[in-house]
């Protein structure tokens, strides 16, 4: 006969999957994740996901932790990007280095140092000239940084994300868009990151059955 500890822990174990399940069906729309007015359906048989962001905001570098091995395990069939956000003027130096370096085709290269050296080391990086020192103590060209950042490419990307962060509805960082159709934020109903990443999951999966794919093997 079970002890009153054993049979607790095999009932728990027995609800654990139906627990699962269910908190899958608990995802709700309108709470946890919003679907974009105006989107259109995404086609193809890649889904994508973006990841809103600031290196300015701190809940964006708490969520690094999460979204980083997460990213690193999608499968073949996610395109995964980032669109670094503006919400005041003290923001935009980040997010033109972020574009500068993706045009430089190096969006890698200072991504973790730069939420680092302002979160953990407190460095006073403020302008696109302190972000260009820090660029080349890092081995990036400050001057060919520099000449990107003001560049017409950047300046009309940095334009065109900040339209895209307004059409999508993005009032905060974190925040998630998957299939351009599916907006996911940070806090509210949502009590962890991994619950932002949960809820990406099963909406990905979600695509894929509306499009009739299946699973790419991770890259």
Not at 41 to 55: A, K, M, P, Q
Not at 101 to 128: D, S, W, Y
Request: aromatic share 10%.
């Amino acid at each position: 006969m079970l002890t009153s500890g054993l049979r607790l822990i095999f009932l728990l174990a027995l609800m654990a999957p139906f627990q699962a399940l269910k908190a899958q069906d608990d995802w709700r729309e309108g709470t946890h994740y919003f679907t974009i007015p105006g989107a259109s359906d995404e086609t193809g048989d890649h889904v994508s996901v973006n990841e809103i962001f600031s290196y300015a905001c701190p809940h964006c570098n708490d969520f690094q932790p999460f979204i980083v091995p997460w990213h690193a395990a999608l499968s073949a069939d996610i395109d995964f990007k980032r669109t670094p956000a503006v919400f005041n003027r003290s923001w935009e130096p980040y997010a033109r280095a972020y574009l500068t370096l993706e045009t430089m085709g190096q969006p890698e290269v200072l991504h973790a140092a730069i939420f680092k050296a302002l979160h953990n080391e407190r460095r006073p990086l403020r302008t696109i000239d302190d972000l260009a020192t820090f660029a080349a103590e890092h081995g990036i060209d400050r001057d060919r940084f520099l000449s990107t950042a003001k560049s017409f490419t950047v300046e009309t990307r940095l334009r065109q994300s900040q339209q895209q962060v307004a059409r999508w509805g993005i009032t905060g960082t974190p925040s998630l868009v998957v299939a351009g159709r599916y907006r996911i934020a940070a806090g509210g109903a949502l009590a962890t990151y991994n619950d932002m990443l949960r809820i990406a999951d099963w909406l990905i999966a979600r695509e894929r059955k509306r499009r009739g794919l299946d699973a790419a093997p991770a890259e």
